[in-house]
């Protein structure tokens, strides 16, 4: 579900939605509407009559005993065998079948399965539009990290099963499409490595600049960090787990009067029960601009992940200066020291706290470059625009060449 646009992938989505709809174009959204995201069909009214919201109710809530059942006896990773439903399934046939679509695009790995039906549509005669994927991240490397980091032996060996058949079906699933749109440079250079489809793009993730437009009636306030960032993640967890051990009690011992604030929505319980000095837990906070720009340095401590951090860009558009892990900023286009602040272990987060604490960073103008730099590169109208050009290209070939749908799969990934 594309909104709210809370977390990165909602806003990924909105936001080019939204995008094409202002640029003139019709835009069916058909969205898995799950427990955790659960919206009314009324949610994007506001776009105008350009864009149109179907919606499937699709139960996707973890379960212990499907989870072991999907070990035993499936081929699909459980990542996505949640994500698989036949109601959605036959709405998509039905979509298809109503209209002519120019172009259909799958946003992220775990709808990827769908894209099967597109050569039981052609055998039947019906118009097959060409399918881009749009790849949010590239699944498999999130979790092999995270099985690399886990220090538990069950919990690294389950999490490694996960990336292994993860891997195995972005692999197979890739070769679907007629294009795929990479979020990031290395993650492009990760499709190819897989061997995926030939047409594989860069396109980054954008934002509405006019969404985050500093507030000149907020100051933030002096020596306060803060960490926004949807907290069902496991990597956002893993990340604010690995701060709050490893960097803050020693930064709050040699800098007393920094403050920690914490926001994100699906906050933990023993988050929202943290009893440690100086940090303060807010949870969902309805403005994220608001927030942003009331503390004053940005963190992203991320050790796992893949894709784009649309919270940095975000950030940087407000004008924050951001101290991320180099894994945190991967696939944005900023330089340490200039528009970023990077740094990797707890000796260097120190080091980095230290000369902010001792006003010796220069967070002003290390912001106001982050600014340029969101504006010049990520501005969603510029993101639009390559997808519109990517759509053409697809349109091109299908025309020139013919589309050939691949055949359906008979075995191996199944649900």
């Known amino acids: 579900m594309p909104y709210p646009p809370h977390d990165g992938g909602a806003i990924a989505m909105y936001d080019v939605a939204a995008g094409l709809?202002?640029?003139g174009h019709r835009v069916t959204v058909l969205a898995l509407n799950t427990p955790k995201h659960h919206q009314l069909t009324t949610v994007l009214d506001h776009l105008g009559p350009n864009v149109s919201l179907v919606t499937v109710d699709v139960d996707t809530r973890l379960?212990?005993?499907k989870a072991l059942r999907n070990l035993l006896f499936s081929h699909l990773p459980y990542n996505v065998e949640r994500f698989v439903s036949e109601e959605v399934k036959a709405k998509l046939v039905e979509l298809l079948a109503q209209e002519q679509f120019d172009v259909v695009q799958m946003e992220g790995t775990f709808v990827a399965w769908y894209a099967r039906y597109?050569?039981?549509?052609?055998?039947r005669g019906q118009h097959v539009p060409p399918v881009i994927l749009r790849a949010h991240n590239l699944e498999y490397t999130i979790w092999e990290q995270l099985a690399r980091n886990a220090g538990n032996p069950l919990k690294k060996w389950y999490l490694r099963q996960l990336a292994a058949r993860l891997k195995q079906f972005e692999n197979w699933m890739l070769c679907r499409f007629d294009a795929i749109?990479?979020?990031?440079e290395t993650d492009q250079q990760r499709l190819s490595a897989l061997g995926a489809h030939p047409a594989i793009e860069f396109i980054p993730a954008g934002v509405d600049l006019s969404r985050?437009?500093?507030?000149?009636a907020i100051r933030p306030k002096?020596?306060?960090l803060f960490m926004l960032g949807s907290l069902n993640w496991l990597p956002n967890l893993e990340g604010l787990d690995w701060f709050l051990r490893e960097v803050w009690p020693e930064a709050r011992r040699r800098y007393p009067e920094l403050e920690l604030h914490l926001a994100g929505k699906d906050t933990p319980e023993r988050i929202r029960q943290l009893q440690v000095p100086g940090v303060t837990v807010h949870g969902f906070v309805e403005s994220a601009a608001q927030f942003m720009q009331t503390y004053d340095l940005m963190l992203v401590p991320l050790l796992s992940g893949g894709g784009m951090r649309i919270k940095i860009i975000e950030g940087m558009a407000l004008g924050k200066c951001i101290l991320s892990t180099r894994l945190g900023a991967e696939g944005i286009h900023v330089r340490s020291g200039h528009d970023i602040v990077l740094a990797d272990s707890p000796a260097e987060w120190l080091d980095c706290l230290g000369r902010y604490y001792r006003g010796e960073l220069g967070p002003a103008a290390i912001g106001q470059e982050a600014a340029r730099t969101a504006a010049r590169l990520y501005d969603n109208r510029r993101v639009?625009?390559?997808f519109l050009d990517l759509y053409s290209s697809v349109q091109g070939r299908a025309a020139t060449e013919g589309r050939t749908p691949a055949e359906p799969l008979t075995s191996g990934l199944r649900p």
Not at 118 to 123: E, N, V
Not at 212 to 216: C, E, I, M, S
Request: no cysteine; glycine share 8%; charged share 20%.
């Open 222 to 224: 002096p020596r306060t």
């Open 181 to 184: 749109a990479a979020i990031t």
């Open 118 to 123: 597109w050569a039981g549509g052609a055998q």
């Open 384 to 386: 639009v625009e390559r």
């Open 212 to 216: 985050f437009q500093p507030d000149p």
């Open 63 to 65: 379960s212990p005993v």
């Open 21 to 23: 709809a202002r640029a």
